[in-house]
Structure formats: structure tokens, C-alpha cells
């Protein structure tokens, strides 16, 4: 069981940074993108 | 604006910030986290998630666990891929996709090396507790931060249960407060 087994406790700061960015992009994509997808397709729904 | 919680979240919050904080010091110490502060409490978590009715989800952290025992490493991923998106297509209503999709993040930071596995069995744990993969979101900017200030200070390495601890923390409060 290795994953179980393993208790090493760390973290290398510049993957801490970048873990954090694609993060904070991602969410900042789902909450833009996810408005106007959203939209059109309401938009798309009202026009059937 | 002060939260409003029940003596038993009151109760729940100390045990979880004193087990928190146990492992924040053994990772301080030794940059290790004893296996009795990880594998018990996601035992529990897991358990506490199933009595939830949350089973894709736990069937899919069991599932991690023996993929990672694999033979050829090469096939780790995928398979854990596949592990992750076959529960997408089961209608579970107590589960959500960013779960789900933690967990497998979580798993997979430890697998290709990013993590270690204390901090990825810790937010394993802490998703299956309280069921909520948002929770990762401020532990990742607490952690982002911390890594931050790590390499300002010319650190290779940082104690990650600190920014998963202050990342619970803050999530906790914000949760109590909506």
C-alpha cells in the first residue's frame, strides 16, 4: 500500500505557486465562462 | 459578523484543528507525518462519507489506493482517470464533480512527486469529511502563498499542513458565516 505507506510531509514552494495559479485560473475561468455559456444557452433555448 | 454553530460542530472543530495542528507540528519537526495521524483519520472520513451515502466517492479513494500499487507506473494515471470519470456517469445526488475531482488531484500531486503523501492523504481526508471539494481552494491559496514566501526566503521546501491548516480553517469560517 504504498500511497498509504508513504508520510512524507512535503512540498517544493515553486510547485506550491503553481498548483495555486492553475487554481486560481481555473476558478477564475469556470466563474467567467460559466456566466456566458450559461447565456447562450438560454439564449439558444429561448429562440427553439 | 460572528458565525452561528452548534456545540457539536464546536466539538467537531476542536478535534479537527487539534489534529491538524498534531500533524503541522510533526511535519515542522521532521517533515514527516506519522501514519497514525493520516491512515485512521481517513479510515473514519471515509466511513463518516459512506454513512453520508457518499460510495463513489470513497470507492473512488479506495480505488486510488490499489491503483497506486500498480506494476506498471505508466498506467497509473489513466487508470486513475478512468477510476474518476466513471462515477461522473452514475446519477449520485450526494456527490459532486469537484469531489470527486479533488481527490483525484490530491492523488495525483502525490503520484507524480509534487506531494507528499501525508498532505495528500490530509485532504483526501478533509474532502471525505466535509464533503465539499471547495475546500481545496483556500487550502491551494493558503499553500500558494506559503510558496510564496518560501521562496522569498530562498526555501527549497515548505511545511504544506500549515496552508492546509489555514486553507481548513479559512474555508470552515467562510462556510459558517454564509
Known amino acids: ?48 | 459578523m460572528l458565525p452561528s454553530i452548534s456545540p457539536t460542530q464546536v466539538i467537531l472543530l476542536f478535534l479537527v484543528m487539534a489534529w491538524l495542528g498534531t500533524c503541522m507540528v510533526f511535519d515542522l519537526r521532521s517533515r514527516q507525518v506519522p501514519a497514525l495521524l493520516t491512515i485512521p483519520p481517513l479510515v473514519l472520513s471515509a466511513l463518516w462519507r459512506l454513512f453520508q451515502g457518499g460510495w463513489s466517492v470513497v470507492i473512488l479513494v479506495v480505488a486510488l489506493i490499489l491503483i497506486s500499487d500498480l506494476s506498471w507506473p505508466k498506467w497509473r494515471i489513466p487508470l486513475a482517470c478512468l477510476a474518476t470519470v466513471l462515477p461522473l456517469s452514475i446519477p449520485d445526488p450526494s456527490e459532486n464533480i469537484y469531489t470527486l475531482l479533488v481527490i483525484f488531484a490530491a492523488w495525483a500531486l502525490w503520484e507524480i512527486g509534487a506531494t507528499g503523501g501525508a498532505d495528500a492523504k490530509l485532504i483526501i481526508s478533509l474532502v471525505l469529511l466535509f464533503g465539499n471539494g471547495f475546500l481545496f481552494i483556500p487550502i491551494v491559496m493558503a499553500g500558494g502563498l506559503q510558496g510564496l514566501l518560501g521562496l522569498i526566503a530562498q526555501k527549497k521546501t515548505i511545511p504544506y499542513t500549515v496552508a492546509i491548516m489555514l486553507g481548513t480553517v479559512a474555508w470552515l469560517w467562510m462556510s459558517a458565516v454564509r
Open chain 1, 1 to 48: 500500500m504504498r500511497f498509504l505507506k508513504d508520510t512524507t510531509a512535503i512540498e517544493t514552494a515553486e510547485v506550491a505557486v503553481i498548483i495555486a495559479v492553475v487554481v486560481l485560473v481555473a476558478y477564475g475561468a469556470y466563474q467567467i465562462l460559466g456566466q456566458k455559456i450559461a447565456q447562450v444557452v438560454q439564449d439558444v433555448a429561448g429562440r427553439i
